[in-house]
């Protein structure tokens, strides 16, 4: 099991950056697939994007490309850096890592340990 904190959130405009960061502690970091999903007020959570213990990377349809997930297995840290962010980005951003050792999937329950979120605002 791992525990997972994330951080980097805040208040952007329309067009900005953010970067956000998921530091895992636990031993199976480097054989867990790890995801980032968000949830908007009122919405269910989204999947975003995930990336494998081999680096994969998978992202969901809205992401257009200006998105990309990245991880440090020496760091024990998953990162997403958001850029061209628009006001429906909005929301709670969450990680994830999968239910089991050299899994991954798209669906909240293919994974078994969260975070606690950090949020995200784009606005002007």
């Known amino acids: 099991q791992l525990h997972l904190v994330e951080s980097g959130g805040g208040l952007v405009q329309p067009g900005g950056s953010l970067r956000l960061s998921c530091a895992a502690s636990g031993d199976t970091f480097s054989s867990r697939a790890i995801g980032w999903f968000r949830q908007a007020p009122g919405k269910e959570r989204e999947f975003v994007a995930t990336?494998?213990?081999?680096?994969?990377?998978g992202y969901g349809g809205f992401v257009e490309g200006r998105f990309t997930i990245s991880r440090d297995n020496a760091k024990k840290t998953v990162y997403l850096q958001m850029n061209h962010l628009r006001s429906e980005d909005t929301g709670i951003y969450y990680c994830a890592a999968g239910r089991y050792e050299r899994y991954s999937g798209v669906n909240p329950n293919d994974f078994g340990s969260w975070g606690q979120g950090t949020q995200v605002t784009v606005s002007s």
């Open positions: 990336i494998t213990w081999t680096g994969g990377e």
